[in-house]
C-alpha cells in the first residue's frame, strides 16, 4: 500500500518549471534512502534523482543541472524542483524511500517501486512543445 503522498504534478509547457513533493509521515527523513523513478510515455522506468544519508544527490544524466532534489525534515517531505522542463520529461514520477535501485531496462516503475518499504502512487508531468 503507497503511504508516501506526492503533489505537483500537472502540465507545463517546455522551458517551464514544476516542482513535485513527496510526502512522509511518521519516517525520520535523515535516516532512509529516497528518491524520484519516472515512468516515460515509451515504458521506460528511471530512477531520475536519489540522495542518502549524509550523501550527496545523484541525478541521472538526462536531468543533471535541470533538476534540484531536496527535503525538509522538519515537513517529512522530499520535493524535486524541476527546471527548464523538456517533452521528455513527460511522464508518471513516483518517490520511494528504501534502498533504491537502478531499475533493470523494461521495467514498469508501478512494479518496481512496489518492492520499498515506501512508496507513492505517481503524479503525472506533462510537457508540451
Known amino acids: 500500500e503507497a503511504d508516501l503522498v506526492e503533489g505537483g504534478g500537472g502540465s507545463v509547457q517546455a522551458g517551464g518549471s514544476l516542482r513535485l513533493s513527496c510526502t512522509a509521515s511518521g519516517i525520520d527523513l535523515g535516516n532512509v534512502d529516497m528518491g524520484w523513478y519516472r515512468h516515460s510515455p515509451d515504458q521506460k522506468c528511471e530512477l531520475v534523482s536519489s540522495?542518502?544519508?549524509?550523501?550527496?544527490?545523484y541525478y541521472a544524466d538526462s536531468v543533471k543541472g535541470r533538476f534540484l532534489l531536496s527535503k525538509d525534515h522538519a515537513k517529512s517531505t522530499m520535493f524535486l524542483e524541476m527546471n527548464n522542463l523538456r517533452r521528455e520529461d513527460t511522464g508518471v514520477y513516483f518517490c520511494a524511500m528504501d534502498d533504491l535501485i537502478v531499475p533493470p531496462a523494461g521495467s514498469d516503475c508501478l512494479v518496481v517501486v512496489r518492492f520499498f518499504q515506501h512508496w507513492g502512487q505517481g503524479t503525472q508531468i506533462y510537457v508540451s512543445s
Open positions: 540522495i542518502s544519508p549524509g550523501g550527496s544527490p
